[in-house]
Structures are given as structure tokens and as C-alpha cells.
T-cell receptor, first 112, second 114 residues
Framework: KNQVEQSPQSLIILEGKNCTLQ??????????LRWYKQDTGRGPVSLTI?????NTKSNGRYTATLDADTKQSSLHITASQLSDSASYICVVSADSGYALNFGKGTSLLVTP | EAQVTQNPRYLITVTGKKLTVTCSQNMNHEYMSWYRQDPGLGLRQIYY???????DKGDVPEGYKVSRKEKRNFPLILESPSPNQTSLYFC?????????????FGPGTRLTVT
């Protein structure tokens, strides 16, 4: 069964600090991996999308990495800001079918 | 502005009273989906549509209906809502196959069934 596991479940960091969120998956055959940011009560917004051949992708202070061999991805946030407080969701697509496989998300709280 | 819109944003209803949540996109996308999001469970797909008049079940379709009569609209219908359908609902669209193309989410509809 295709699964996407995210860790940690929640995280609290001080403003200005860096953090890394993890995503492990068993989806096969792999097509692409996405990271979304979801503010409380709002729809998810895409941060990055990576295919098999990409091992790193940046979007401002957000950098995603992908190791397709170990089936792991990470999202690194640099110099965190209060506005980074949100849930971060990892989504993995298989190279067949129509469904996306969603992780349950990591809830990040950035405090002053 | 390219967007996915949903209405209503908030809804409180009673068990058994039929309701419809509308979803519309202005990007001429072929693919549209409905998700529900519950604490501790993440996003789960209810139904999806690959084009006009083409729909299929997602992971949790029980108790829901959809229709796709026009490309831009994809309403979610609850014929007889029950309390276990209390949830946060999201509509999403993508240009083509969602597994390969970027997916854009609406702002969400918070539904409470008493």
C-alpha cells in the first residue's frame, strides 16, 4: 500500500532559526513529490514539486531535497519567520492512476 | 485572477437536510477533485473528475455525490448529511492529470452537521 509518513508531527522553533521537516514514502512507481504549505483554515499552497531526476529545489527560504533511492524527502526552512507557522504537507504521486498520496502533515509554530 | 472558489465557506446544518457545496475554477482546468480534511487524518480524496461528464470515486466517497456538467464547475452534494460528515472540505483543480500537473486548492468549506 502506498504510504507517506511525515515527521515530526509538530514542531516549535524560535523566529530566525532554521528547521528541517522529513517525509518518507513507499509510493511506487514514483512520479513526483510535492510540498504544500497550509495556513490554518485555508487551502494548501504549493511550495515545490520534484520529479525523479531532481534532488533539490528551492522556493525562497524553502529548500526541498529528494533521495529517490531511499525514498526520503526533506523540507528545510531557513531563517524562519512568524508567517512560516503553518502545516506542511508532503504529497507523493505514483506514475499511474489518478490519486495523490498525502502525508498527514507537520504542524510548525514559529514563536517570537 | 486565477483561482478556485467555493461556496459557502461556512455551513451549519442538521442531519438529513440535503446540501450542495459549489466549486468553480476559472483556469480552464480539466481535472477537479474534492477532499475532506479531518484532524489526525490529513487530506482524503472524495471524488475526482477528469473532464466534463467524467467522474470517479476517491478514497472516501460514501455519502457524497458529484456532477460535472460544465468544465468550470464541480459541485459536491450531500443528499442526507450525517454528523460524521462534519469536516473541512477542499475543492482543487489541475490543468490535466493531477498526478503530473500542479494542483490548485480552493479556500475551503467548513461544514458542521448537528
Amino acid at each position: 500500500k502506498n504510504q507517506v509518513e511525515q515527521s515530526p508531527q509538530s514542531l516549535i522553533i524560535l523566529e530566525g532559526k532554521n528547521c528541517t521537516l522529513q517525509c518518507n514514502y513507499t509510493v511506487s512507481p514514483f512520479s513526483n513529490l510535492r510540498w504544500y504549505k497550509q495556513d490554518t483554515g485555508r487551502g494548501p499552497v504549493s511550495l515545490t514539486i520534484m520529479t525523479f531526476s531532481e534532488n533539490t529545489k528551492s522556493n525562497g527560504r524553502y529548500t526541498a531535497t529528494l533521495d529517490a533511492d531511499t525514498k526520503q524527502s526533506s523540507l528545510h526552512i531557513t531563517a524562519s519567520q512568524l508567517s512560516d507557522s503553518a502545516s506542511y504537507i508532503c504529497v507523493v504521486s505514483a506514475d499511474s492512476g489518478y490519486a495523490l498520496n498525502f502525508g498527514k502533515g507537520t504542524s510548525l509554530l514559529v514563536t517570537p | 485572477e486565477a483561482q478556485v472558489t467555493q461556496n459557502p465557506r461556512y455551513l451549519i446544518t442538521v442531519t438529513g437536510k440535503k446540501l450542495t457545496v459549489t466549486c468553480s475554477q476559472n483556469m480552464n482546468h480539466e481535472y477537479m477533485s474534492w477532499y475532506r480534511q479531518d484532524p489526525g487524518l490529513g487530506l482524503r480524496q472524495i471524488y475526482y473528475s477528469m473532464n466534463v461528464e467524467v467522474t470517479d470515486k476517491g478514497d472516501v466517497p460514501e455519502g457524497y455525490k458529484v456532477s460535472r456538467k460544465e468544465k468550470r464547475n464541480f459541485p459536491l452534494i450531500l443528499e442526507s448529511p450525517s454528523p460524521n460528515q462534519t469536516s473541512l472540505y477542499f475543492c482543487a483543480s489541475s490543468e490535466r492529470e493531477t498526478v503530473f500537473y500542479e494542483q490548485y486548492f480552493g479556500p475551503g468549506t467548513r461544514l458542521t452537521v448537528t
